[in-house]
C-alpha cells in the first residue's frame, strides 16, 4: 500500500536556525514528490515537484532533494514568515492520476 | 482564471440541511480533485474529475455526498443532510496539461454544521 509519513509532526526553530523536514514514501514507481507550504485558513500553496532520485530544487530559504526511499525539506537561515505547516505528496508511476497521497505535514514555527 | 476559485469561504449551516460548495478551476485544466481536510489533519481524497467523468470517486465518505462536474470547468460538491462530522474544509485542485503532474490548490471552502 502507498504511505507518505511526515517527521517531525512539530518543529520549533530559532530564527537563522537551519533544519530539515523529512518524507519517507512508499509506492510501487515514483511518478512525482510534492512539497507544499500551508498557512493558516488557507489553501495549499506549490513549492516543488521532485521526480527522480538525485534531484534538487531551490526556492528562497528552501531546498528539496529527493532519494528512492525520501525527501527532505531542508531550511536555511529561517525566518518568522516560514512558520507555516509543509506539506509532502506522492503521485505513484502505476496507478490512476487520482492517486496523490498527502502525509499529515509539519508544523514549523520560526521563533523571533 | 488565474488560480483556483472556490466559494463560498465560509458556511455554516444547521444539521440536516444540504449544502453546496462550488470550485472554478484554473482556465484550461481538465484534472480536478477534491479533498476534505479536518481540523489539524491531512488532507483527505474525495472525488477526481478527468473532464466531466469521474474516474475515481472512492473517496467520497457516504452516499450524502456528490460532485459532479459540468463544460469540463466548474464543478459542485454536494453535500446532503449534513451531519456535525462534516465539519471541515473542502479543498478544491486542479491540474493541466502545462502543470504536468503538479495539483494547485484553492483557498478552501470552510463549512461548519451546528
Known amino acids: 500500500e502507498d504511505q507518505v509519513t511526515q517527521s517531525p509532526e512539530a518543529l520549533r526553530l530559532q530564527e537563522g536556525e537551519s533544519s530539515s523536514l523529512n518524507c519517507s514514501y512508499t509506492v510501487s514507481g515514483l511518478r512525482g514528490l510534492f512539497w507544499y507550504r500551508q498557512d493558516p485558513g488557507k489553501g495549499p500553496e506549490f513549492l516543488f515537484t521532485?521526480?527522480?532520485a538525485g534531484e534538487e530544487k531551490e526556492k528562497e530559504r528552501l531546498k528539496a532533494t529527493l532519494t528512492k526511499k525520501e525527501s527532505f525539506l531542508h531550511i536555511t537561515a529561517p525566518k518568522p514568515e516560514d512558520s507555516a505547516t509543509y506539506l509532502c505528496?506522492?503521485?505513484?508511476?502505476?496507478?490512476?492520476?487520482?492517486?496523490?497521497?498527502f502525509g499529515s505535514g509539519t508544523r514549523l514555527s520560526i521563533r523571533p | 482564471g488565474a488560480g483556483v476559485s472556490q466559494s463560498p469561504s465560509n458556511k455554516v449551516t444547521e444539521k440536516g440541511k444540504d449544502v453546496e460548495l462550488r470550485c472554478d478551476p484554473i482556465s484550461g485544466h481538465t484534472a480536478l480533485y477534491w479533498y476534505r481536510q479536518r481540523l489539524g489533519q491531512g488532507l483527505e481524497f474525495l472525488i477526481y474529475f478527468q473532464g466531466n467523468s469521474a474516474p475515481d470517486k472512492s473517496g467520497l465518505p457516504s452516499d450524502r455526498f456528490s460532485a459532479e462536474r459540468t463544460g469540463e470547468s466548474v464543478s459542485t460538491l454536494t453535500i446532503q443532510r449534513t451531519q456535525q462530522e462534516d465539519s471541515a474544509v473542502y479543498l478544491c485542485?486542479?491540474?493541466?496539461?502545462?502543470?504536468?503532474?503538479?495539483?494547485?490548490f484553492g483557498e478552501g471552502s470552510w463549512l461548519t454544521v451546528v
Open positions: 521532485l521526480y527522480s
Open positions: 485542485a486542479s491540474r493541466g496539461p502545462i502543470s504536468g503532474n503538479t495539483i494547485y
Open positions: 505528496a506522492v503521485q505513484a508511476k502505476y496507478s490512476s492520476a487520482s492517486k496523490i497521497i
